[in-house]
């Protein structure tokens, strides 16, 4: 599968809402993660989702390598992120805190990614030289 190719299993309801869900590693921990690789699913995110039940967190997909900044407006659970570039190396980590209003801070990796991690704090311990694989 390269690299850019996410296959995704089943599914789950997150939030009120359907989304595929994909299973990966990273540093040989192994995650169940919902899947976010549109436009739509990509903007909402965690929002408002209070439990993600049998998810370890959600994994944000994109065609190309990118440069834009998440933020936590209106994400009620606490998460750290790690953004991956299209090789599965970590670009950068941050830990992210809930935003109720505006304005909320940003989090900008260093480099462009192709992939971002979002799991409940502490859920994931990444450091230079983690690598995010897919399962076949």
């Not at 390598?65 to 407006?73: E, Q």
């Amino acid at each position: 599968m390269s690299a850019t190719t996410v296959t995704t299993a089943s599914g789950a309801v997150l939030g009120g809402s359907s989304v595929p869900t994909t299973r990966v590693r990273v540093d040989g921990d192994e995650l169940v993660v919902a899947v976010a690789a549109t436009p739509e699913t990509r903007a909402r995110g965690l929002m408002g989702v209070t439990d993600l039940g049998d998810l370890d967190g959600m994994l944000f997909v994109f065609d190309v390598d990118v440069d834009a900044a998440f933020w936590m407006k209106d994400t009620v659970l606490p998460l750290d992120i790690a953004f991956f570039d299209a090789a599965g190396r970590l670009v950068d980590a941050f830990p992210m805190e809930p935003c109720p209003a505006d304005p909320c801070p940003t989090y900008r990796p260093a480099a462009p990614y192709r992939y971002a991690l979002e799991t409940p704090r502490g859920r994931l311990e990444v450091a230079v030289g983690s690598r995010l694989a897919f399962e076949d």
